[in-house]
C-alpha cells in the first residue's frame, strides 16, 4: 500500500491538498475519506481515474452524494 505524507500549515485544509496526495499514486477502485474531504473538484478527479469516492457529504450542502 502506498503512504503518502505531506507537511502542510495548521490552516490548510484536508479537501485543498487532497489532490497533491492522490497524484501519481495508482488508480484505486475507491477513495474513504471524511466529510473534510468532500468536494466536487475531489470527487471528480477520483472518477477521472476510474475510482469512486465514498465521502459523505457536509451537512449543508443541498446536492448530497450517495454513498457505495
Do not use: C, F
Not at 8 to 37: F, N, R
Not at 48 to 65: D, E, F, L, Q, Y
Amino acid at each position: 500500500m502506498p503512504i503518502r505524507l505531506l507537511i502542510t500549515e495548521g490552516k490548510a485544509s484536508d479537501k485543498t491538498i487532497a489532490p497533491q496526495l492522490i497524484e501519481g499514486l495508482p488508480p484505486a477502485k475507491a477513495l474513504v475519506a471524511d466529510k473534510g474531504y468532500d468536494s466536487w473538484p475531489l470527487v471528480a478527479l477520483i472518477a477521472r481515474t476510474g475510482g469512486s469516492a465514498n465521502i459523505p457529504t457536509r451537512r449543508h450542502v443541498k446536492n448530497k452524494r450517495g454513498l457505495m
